[in-house]
């Protein structure tokens, strides 16, 4: 007997198989034993015939049951007793053994999926092995049970299950109990898959759209289950949805401006504005695909079943008592989170976000960019400024935390102290000097020189040349210090001024004209008006005057204060009349004066002269 088991007959007789040595039977031996009850005997029978007859007769309906119960058309439960290289023995209750091949029971993976003991359905196949075994097979067993239950399912519109094979031009071979079908890769999912190798080895549940049992062909489609399923669901989550409503979903897909969520059935939109109190840059910041989150319905389109969904609004809004818990002058710390061509964003708590302009990040003027600075990810302590909760803005300062150098800068640099600095920058209106780092001061155009009217400081400087100035006053409030160039050198107005009296008779010459008058050039640096109306010679008759004339002036006005002097030609005239007048009327003693003969004389051959 095969591996010490028998085949026992539900009658009287028992067969036995022999296996050679390398296990496949040469020969089976029936033995009949007679059961011992005694069976009575008729007269006319011999006592040694009546054994032989019954033996006979157990055999020939032994035969008749055993092939009626392997016939071809019929699924027989059998006991898998061995497995070898290449094939399965199986006890099928018959009078030998049958075998199947080894590859009809093997799972993807390429292992056998029965073991020796284990009970499994097979169908005879044509012939015997060469070693009288029945031939059998399991593929056939399958594919018959696999059409009745494939038939039913396709009649009843009920879903079944089938495992993916592999995966072929235009979709995927799935198997169902043995049978293969098709299922388009149109019909594999809700939306077209983009992988399909990845579902290999997975079981699905199935809808039978079309069966041709006489050719064996089976279409499959996975997206009508799921449509049903969604159908249902879809029911029963617009049961219970409304405005306000506060449910659990899936996110499904995310985009650049939200995250798509799955309540069940029905997709709803999440926008990324309604994700945080805070900023995100992407959906990504706070779910991935998968997660499963709580969300509050804020709007649901019962006609367009759209549903706009909001995750942020489920917490308390962090504005509302933002300016007690950020009161102005507070220190605070938070996180760089964006940094833009006028400031940074810090983020002081979820949702909450201050703005450090570029101006309130130092004391200096000369920071290029904020990002000179800070970088995002940076943990920056700060000042609070002020707080407008309606328009959800804090203002934040970081120079605020370091000493003003603005403040001792009278201490440092007194009014009337002398200063070097870097000529840093020129403009129409002066030069900016950089007395130190942060600290630049001003030389306005017309502290530039007593003397020569500037119209550009780059007539005198240039960017990057080192220079000594006067303070001339400090502003620290707004950040000022003025500083002065020509006021290193003495005032020549200030000497002008002290030397020089209305009625003092100068020599002058005439620098340009203008047409109410010509500008004269009266001392080194100092310059007077004579109106056009004073350019009149001892006659009365007026003077035109030309550059680079000289002539004797006599000042008639002076304002200190504007450094204006007036000129007059007319008037030098005039003194001499009165100069005349004064001799004739005070004549002189004979010892050393004149008489007014000489006067006479005297004014003759001044005419003469002329």
């Known amino acids: 007997m095969l591996d010490d088991n028998t085949s026992p007959n539900q009658d009287s007789a028992t067969s036995t198989l022999t296996e050679n040595p390398e296990g496949s039977p040469e020969s089976s031996t029936l ?25 006979a007769s157990a055999l020939e309906s032994f035969t008749t049951e055993s092939e009626e119960a392997v016939r071809e058309d019929k699924v027989l439960k059998g006991t898998v007793l061995k497995l070898t290289g290449t094939h399965v023995v199986v006890d099928i209750g018959a009078k030998s053994e049958g075998m199947l091949p080894l590859s009809e029971v093997l799972d993807f993976e390429g292992k056998p999926r029965f073991q020796p003991g284990d009970e499994i359905d097979v169908m005879r196949d044509k012939g015997e092995t060469e070693e009288g075994y029945i031939n059998l097979s399991h593929q056939k067993a399958q594919k018959l049970r696999a059409w009745d239950e494939i038939e039913k399912a396709y009649n009843e519109k009920k879903p079944i299950r089938a495992t993916v094979v592999e995966r072929i031009k235009g979709g995927l071979t799935v198997d169902i109990m043995g049978a293969s079908a098709f299922l388009p890769g149109s019909q594999a999912d809700l939306r077209p898959a983009r992988n399909l190798d990845a579902v290999k080895g997975q079981t699905l549940e199935v809808a039978i759209i079309k069966l041709n049992k006489k050719r064996g062909n089976i279409v499959v489609s996975r997206k009508q289950v799921l449509e049903g399923e969604q159908t249902e669901k879809r029911s029963k989550t617009l049961e219970h949805l409304e ?18 969520v799955d309540l069940g059935g029905i997709d709803g939109l999440l926008h990324i504005t309604d994700m945080s109190w805070g900023r995100l840059t992407h959906p990504r910041d706070l779910v991935n695909v998968g997660d499963q989150i709580q969300v509050k319905v804020l709007k649901f389109d019962k006609d367009k079943q759209r549903v706009s969904l909001g995750f942020k609004q489920l917490t308390p809004d962090p504005w509302l008592d933002a300016e007690h818990r950020y009161p102005v002058g507070a220190h605070v710390g938070g996180r760089v989170i964006s940094v833009t061509d006028y400031g940074a964003f810090v983020e002081l708590e979820q949702g909450i976000e201050g703005l450090v302009h570029v101006s309130e990040m130092t004391w200096s003027k000369r920071m290029k960019h904020p990002s000179k600075l800070v970088n995002v990810g940076d943990h920056v302590d700060c000042v609070v400024l002020n707080v407008h909760p309606q328009e959800r803005r804090i203002s934040l300062g970081m120079r605020q935390l370091a000493a003003n150098p603005w403040d001792a800068l009278h201490e440092k640099y007194p009014v009337g102290a002398t200063v070097e600095g870097r000529v840093r920058n020129l403009t129409d209106f002066g030069a900016f000097i950089e007395i130190e780092d942060g600290i630049d001061g001003l030389v306005h155009v017309s502290n530039l020189s007593w003397t020569k009217r500037v119209k550009h400081p780059s007539e005198i400087l240039k960017k990057g040349d080192r220079l000594k100035a006067i303070v001339l006053a400090i502003e620290p409030d707004k950040r000022r210090l003025s500083l002065g160039v020509k006021q290193l050198q003495p005032d020549v107005w200030e000497s002008f001024f002290s030397q020089h009296k209305v009625g003092d008779v100068l020599h002058g010459k005439v620098l340009r004209v203008a047409s109410f008058g010509a500008f004269v050039e009266i001392a080194e640096g100092i310059e007077g008006l004579c109106h056009n109306s004073e350019a009149v010679d001892a006659n009365g008759q007026p003077l035109t005057l030309e550059p680079g004339q000289e002539h004797d002036f006599k000042i008639i006005k002076m304002n200190q204060e504007e450094k204006k002097v007036g000129l007059s030609i007319k008037a030098v005239g005039e003194e001499a009349s009165r100069t005349e007048v004064e001799a004739y009327k005070h004549p ?8 007014i003969g000489d006067l006479i004389s005297w004014k003759r051959a001044g005419n003469d002269n002329n």
């Open 31 to 55: 033995q009949a034993s007679v059961p011992e009850t005694p069976q009575p005997q008729h007269q006319d029978e011999k006592p040694g015939n009546a054994g032989a007859e019954d033996f």
């Open 243 to 260: 405005e306000g409503s506060i449910l659990t979903g899936v996110v499904k897909n995310l985009t650049d401006y939200g995250a798509f």
């Open 588 to 595: 002189v003693s004979s010892t050393g004066g004149s008489t």
